[in-house]
């Protein structure tokens, strides 16, 4: 039962590259999100889609790609980094927008240098 | 301006002691209240919820309490073990796409002392 799977676990850049991060759930979820966390502050919505095919922006969604490859996959790409972007990002799922309960993966922490 | 408050960054109670975390949030649109439990290096899980229907939801040792009018809601978890230690989220939504909509408080840590 692995549920929300992140990949990966850390990463370092430097500003101006580029890298995705992945997502897979195994729980048959039709909606996923990506979000970060900031040193006090809450979780903020980077993007989200709601099923297979859609996808929209979140509260903090510059400088960010999302990508629903499939029902199971929901990648984010940052094309070009920013010390900004340092932070924890967290993906989750639910069986629909109005499910309410999230289930998270374990987190990606990205350092921007 | 933050619409979803944990005014306490951090909280020490003695274990079999009662643990009440709180939280306030400023948009009455808010209907749909949920927290959440973070260990290190994991992400957060839920833990109990409460649509503004209703001013109380009890789940084993947690209840959580919502007042309306005060625009405040609290968990309390009785008795606290060391297992409870962790940071808590409250977070708050509107509407029926919760998904959508959610709003996170910046966490309070817990610790329970043995």
């Known amino acids: 039962n692995a549920g929300v799977t992140q990949t990966p676990k850390f990463q370092v850049l430097k500003t101006g590259q580029s890298m995705t991060l992945q997502c897979a759930q195994d729980?048959?979820?039709?909606?996923m999100y990506w979000y970060r966390q900031d040193p006090g502050m809450g979780l903020r919505l980077i993007y989200y889609?709601?099923?297979?095919?859609?996808?929209d922006k979140g509260e903090v969604p510059n400088g960010y790609n999302v990508s629903r490859l499939n029902k199971r996959e929901f990648s984010l790409r940052l094309e070009s980094a920013a010390p900004s972007q340092t932070s924890v990002y967290f993906c989750?799922?639910?069986?629909?927008?109005?499910?309410?309960?999230?289930?998270f993966g374990e987190g990606s922490r990205l350092t921007v240098l | 301006d933050q619409q979803v408050k944990q005014n306490s960054p951090s909280l020490s109670v003695q274990e079999g002691r009662i643990s009440i975390l709180n939280c306030d949030y400023t948009?009455?649109?808010?209907?749909?209240f949920l927290w959440y439990k973070k260990y290190p290096a994991e992400g957060p899980t839920f833990l109990i919820s409460?649509?503004?229907?209703?001013d109380k939801n009890e789940d084993g040792r947690f209840t959580v309490f919502l007042n309306k009018s005060a625009k405040h809601l609290s968990l309390h978890i009785v008795p606290s073990q060391p297992g409870d230690s962790a940071v808590y989220f409250c977070?708050?939504?509107?509407?029926?796409?919760?998904?959508?909509?959610?709003?996170f408080g910046p966490g309070t840590r817990l610790s329970v002392l043995p």
């Open positions: 989750a799922s639910s069986p629909s927008l109005n499910t309410g309960e999230l289930f």
């Open positions: 729980m048959n979820h039709n909606s």
């Open positions: 889609s709601a099923s297979e095919g859609t996808t």
């Open positions: 948009n009455s649109m808010f209907d749909y």
């Open positions: 409460i649509s503004s229907i209703k």
């Open positions: 977070a708050a939504s509107r509407g029926n796409n919760y998904g959508q909509n959610f709003v």
